[in-house]
């Protein structure tokens, strides 16, 4: 089992940037796939960007393409979100999530473990 902490979230203007951190215990990162996710208020939690266990594929919304960017270190069990060009409907509590699957998943359901966010707001 792996335990998932969020860090890296707060209050941005629009246009700006944020780095968030996922960072793994309990067993070694690079056993699993990992997804970044967004809920924001009064709607279902949508995808963000995907990536496999060595970090050498990455998928992304349509909605954060060119501007977001997820990576991951195996070495330091950690996986990472920058984001760019920020805009006010980014704001959101974001969540990492890993999976021991294989392949892209764009929904929820096939993560077994989650993080518990971190709240991303962007001012106008």
């Known amino acids: 089992q792996v335990q998932l902490v969020e860090s890296g979230g707060g209050l941005v203007q629009a246009g700006g940037s944020l780095r968030l951190s996922c960072a793994a215990s309990g067993r070694t990162l690079s056993l699993y796939r990992m997804g970044w996710f967004r809920q924001a208020p009064g709607k279902e939690r949508e995808f963000v960007a995907h990536?496999?266990?060595?970090?050498?594929?990455?998928y992304y919304a349509n909605s954060v393409k060119g501007r977001f960017t997820i990576s991951r270190d195996n070495a330091k069990n950690t996986v990472y979100l920058q984001m760019n060009s920020l805009k006010p409907e980014d704001t959101a509590v974001y969540y990492c999530a890993a999976d021991a699957g294989v392949g892209v998943s764009t929904t929820p359901g096939p993560y077994d473990y989650w993080g518990q966010g971190t709240q991303v707001t962007v001012s106008s």
């Open positions: 990536i496999n266990r060595s970090g050498g594929s990455t």
